[in-house]
């Protein structure tokens, strides 16, 4: 079966997007694909390159990032919502004159057409978290 995953929670304010990648994880273990997934309002701050955790604590934008880059995976983060948090590559960072860039190798920013695509190619579209 071929899945969708949305998360739409930063990965510090609750358990939903820790949940998700244990999600994904099963997912592909069990012999599943995923199409995409596509971070969505705060949980764009998974895709972040500047996350950093104590070191008693799991850094799950890193956790994330392994596990896209490992299973080479489509990790789509949504524009609108990463700029305006901040999460921006360097073509955004260029055109908004900013000094550097904070998204993670490994995701692309692109809009919601990328996450109804997916979605009409998928079996099963899953959201974690709620929109903020």
């Known amino acids: 079966m071929k899945y969708t995953l949305i998360i739409q929670s ?17 997912l592909l273990k069990a012999g599943h694909s995923i199409e995409r997934l596509f971070f ?15 070191q008693d604590e799991l850094n ?22 990463a700029v305006r ?10 055109r908004y004159s900013k000094t ?10 692109s809009g919601l057409g990328q996450l109804v695509a997916s979605a009409v190619e998928s079996d099963r579209v899953v959201t974690f978290g709620a929109g903020s």
């Not at 550097?100 to 995701?107: I, K, P, R, V």
């Open 100 to 109: 550097g860039d904070s998204l993670a190798d490994g995701y692309d920013l």
């Open 10 to 26: 930063a990965p510090i304010d609750h358990q939903s997007s820790h949940t998700a990648l244990r999600f994904a994880r099963t």
């Open 40 to 54: 969505y309002g705060a949980g764009v701050h998974n895709a972040t390159s500047h996350s950093v955790a104590p």
């Open 85 to 94: 948090r901040g999460v921006i590559n360097s073509a955004e960072s260029s």
């Open 60 to 81: 799950l934008p890193e956790q994330w990032q392994q596990f896209v880059t490992q299973h080479s995976l489509d990790a789509v983060v949504c524009i609108a919502a």
